[in-house]
């Protein structure tokens, strides 16, 4: 059988070790493919105005299979400063290259499990009656859809005439910005459609019902985002009323339920959510399971799809001249890559030789330890990036 090619998309900072030391742990657990890099990333922002090239779309469109390590990203004015001179003068704007790929190739479905490890010692722990301690297995998989809402992109300062006239149109608009000058307005949209609030919907509650999850969650805020965050918890009761009545459907709001986190975490199952909410609840359960050292994800379309860790590329580490960065988000997002390509045996392989280090606790990395990220804490008795692969390839 012909190998399976990845992309692989190191991008910045920490990105290229921690896919580095991934693709080392692929092939220790009998994983054959061959990896051609993508170029993407601040680099090619600065030296080429575009972070996102035409030619690693093209390697993508070719190869199907992205595995992305991390990007560095800054606001407007700080990376029209990194450009080089001699592209200033373009009207260039940067755009999140890693929110280009999920809009081009409509990476509309985010997939984000964020499960306990037992033995880590960064697990969630609270006080439980009669002042004993609890560490609750958390088991959640958070639905995010990926390409509209307030990533949409769709957002204007000093906006155009025709865009402002239409929000005067709106007695809200005319009541609380109407005399608000044109040209000191920022105006972010929050767009929802049908149809991929269709397909997420239905993708979480299958992923619930596939394995044996008993709820499904929207937590958005339709008692304040009426049309947007009452749409898709509309569409998800009409949608579990019809097609999955086994399944319990449940509503929070997104403030509640971040307070829930540290009240009861273990009740949730599958969790659904736009953009910008899914982005955030995802972040606060990745909190419960040891942070973003143990947060992966996958960006899954009809034809493409990329699988991340859900850490930025940590530039203040990326000098290092050893790395202290825990690898497991990445390799963990691996293992959704090999699940989605239908390698489970290597995947499930890999992921009881990551939870046994976890369990044994001989190896740590820095995070593990709770120790500052300095570069001085391997000597102090943290494992480097690559011990902890080894380590993980060790058990393989």
Known sequence: MAKRTIVS????????????????????????????????????????????????????????????????????DAAFEELSEDLKEKGLVYSSPIVGLRQHFNLDVCI??????????????RRGKDNSIEEPKVDVVIFRQNTEGLYGGVEWSDPPQEVYNALL????????????????????TRIFTKKATARILRASFEYAKKYGYKSVTVCEKP????????????MAQQMQRDEYPEI????TNIDAQMMWLTKNPEDYGVIVAGNMFGDIVSDGFAGL?????????????????????????????????TSIV???????????????????????????AV???????????????????????????????KEMADAIINKL
Request: aromatic share 8%; glycine share 10%; with cysteine.
């Open 223 to 234: 008692n304040v985002i009426r049309e947007t965050s009452g749409m898709m918890y509309k």
């Open 9 to 76: 998309l190191p991008g910045d900072g920490i990105g290229r070790v921690v896919l580095e030391e991934t693709i080392r742990v692929l092939n220790a657990a009998g994983f054959e493919a061959d990896y051609v890099e993508g170029d993407i990333g601040w680099e090619f922002w600065k030296n080429e105005g575009n972070p996102l090239p035409d030619r690693t779309i093209k390697l993508l469109e070719k190869h199907k299979i992205g595995l992305f390590g991390a990007i560095t990203s800054k606001p407007k």
């Open 112 to 125: 984000r499990p964020c499960q306990t490890y037992t033995g880590n010692p960064l697990n969630f722990v």
């Open 289 to 321: 399971i040891g942070g973003l050292g143990f947060a992966c994800s996958a960006n899954l379309g009809e034809e493409v799809s990329v699988f991340e860790p859900t850490h930025g590329s940590a530039p203040k580490y990326a000098d290092y001249e």
């Open 248 to 251: 319990e459907l449940w509503n």
């Open 326 to 352: 825990n690898p497991i988000a990445m390799i963990a997002s691996a293992c959704m890559m090999l699940d989605h390509i239908n390698e489970k045996a290597i995947s499930s392989k890999i992921k009881k």
């Open 169 to 188: 149109s709106h007695p809200k608009f005319r009541l609380n910005f109407g005399n608000v000058p044109k040209n000191e307005l920022s105006i972010s």
């Open 355 to 385: 939870a046994e280090v976890i369990l044994e606790g001989k190896v740590k990395t820095y995070d593990m330890m709770k120790m500052t990220g300095k570069a001085d804490v391997v000597k102090k008795g943290a494992a480097s990036t």
